[in-house]
């Protein structure tokens, strides 16, 4: 070898590839990239399902740890990758950004740059996503309000954060303002219902691109009937003023879950789940858990469908524990 290099990273692995890709697009550096296995030819690298067969020597050190006395001395399996990519080529994992509030909290803390919209930069020029990524940057997003999993006003709240000048028009059955309002409050540009004709969809996405808000013409006239109404009845105001993860929780209330079903749903303890239905029941000038449920479901029959929106399905093990 008689060339000279400036750099040498030993290691292939995440971290190497990225550091020996970093040090290159200096063109007055020389770098070289060391690495014990070959190159990531192995079709199964590629295949989603593929880490499964990835325990051959060729692709992986094959490591063990020491004896484990909890586990009566047996030795665990330790995947180690032996390929171009090290160990993320053999081995399954789910990517995240992570959430914005942890970064901005580091550069509230004294480190200069490593707020989220310093770090943002750099997430996206490490990632291929042509979703969202820059040079494939929407200016509109339709969104079925009522997603299989998950919580859509967190979602449209994410969206907005990480692209502010994206505007999100919402597509819903359910022509409640109440929910039209908390959509618009999370940063929806527009509600509609998806019954609709094509061509208001299209009308709807032509106002909100400039700017504007729209409304389903059912969704506007709730709200004009509001306006005119003299005094909404204690119940109406109580709901209105529950938060996005009362009413959530609210829902599935109406919908018969228990305290411990909805914890399981959003993640949470269930004494959290009980601390907001005391916070619920206060609002809604209720004073006793089965009145809660009672009115909860009343609600729910009267608004929703058996599977409401912000409410992933059920379980047929939840169903079958009942309330």
Same mark, same amino acid.
């Given at each position: ?12 692995? &995440? ?27 192995? /079709? ?7 880490? +499964?067969? %990835? ?23 330790? /995947? ?8 993320? @080529? ?10 914005? %509030? ?54 449209? $709240?994410?969206? !907005? ?5 994206? $505007? ?8 409640? =303002? ?9 940063? #929806? ?8 004709? +094509? ?6 996405? !032509?106002?909100? %691109? ?5 409304? @389903? ?25 529950? @938060? ?8 599935? =209330? ?16 269930? *004494?959290?789940?009980? +601390?907001?239905?005391? *916070? ?5 000038? =209720?004073?006793?858990? #089965?009145?809660? *449920? ?11 469908? /058996? &599977?409401?929106?912000?409410?992933? /399905?059920? @379980? ?8």
């Amino acid at each position: 070898m008689t060339e000279r290099h400036t750099h040498i990273v030993v290691g292939a692995g &995440a971290a190497g590839c990225a550091v020996a890709a970093r040090l290159s697009e200096d063109p007055d550096k020389r770098v070289l990239l060391l690495e014990a296995g070959g190159r990531d030819w192995n /079709p199964l690298i590629h295949m989603p399902a593929g880490f +499964t067969k %990835l325990t051959g020597p060729s692709v992986n050190w094959g490591f063990e740890t020491v004896p484990q006395p909890e586990l009566n001395d047996r030795r665990m399996h330790y /995947p180690q990758g032996r390929t171009l990519g090290g160990s993320t @080529s053999i081995n399954a994992m789910i990517y995240i950004r992570g959430n914005r %509030l942890d970064y901005d909290e580091w550069r509230d803390l004294g480190n200069d740059g490593w707020g989220y919209d310093g770090v943002l930069p750099y997430f996206r020029k490490s990632e291929n996503n042509e979703r969202l990524a820059d040079d494939y940057q929407p200016d509109l997003m339709i969104l079925d309000f009522r997603l299989k999993a998950g919580d859509a006003l967190d979602f449209i $709240k994410t969206l !907005r954060v990480e692209n502010p000048g994206l $505007k999100v028009l919402v597509l819903s059955q359910y022509d409640e =303002l109440l929910f039209a309002e908390r959509a618009l409050r999370a940063g #929806a540009s527009g509600y509609i219902m998806k019954e609709n004709a +094509t061509d208001e969809i299209l009308r709807a996405a !032509r106002k909100v %691109l400039t700017g504007e808000l729209y409304f @389903s013409e059912r969704v506007a006239a709730a709200v004009v009937q509001r306006t005119l109404r003299e005094k909404p009845t204690s119940s109406r105001q109580g709901i209105e003023r529950l @938060s996005d993860r009362e009413m959530q929780v609210f829902q599935l =209330l109406g919908a018969a879950y228990s305290a411990r079903e909805i914890a399981e749903q959003f993640h949470l303890s269930r *004494k959290t789940v009980e +601390t907001h239905c005391e *916070k619920i029941k206060h609002k809604l000038s =209720l004073y006793t858990a #089965a009145e809660l *449920k009672r009115f909860a479901r009343q609600w729910a029959s009267e608004h929703l469908e /058996p &599977a409401g929106p912000w409410v992933a /399905p059920r @379980s047929q093990n939840s169903q079958s524990n009942g309330s």
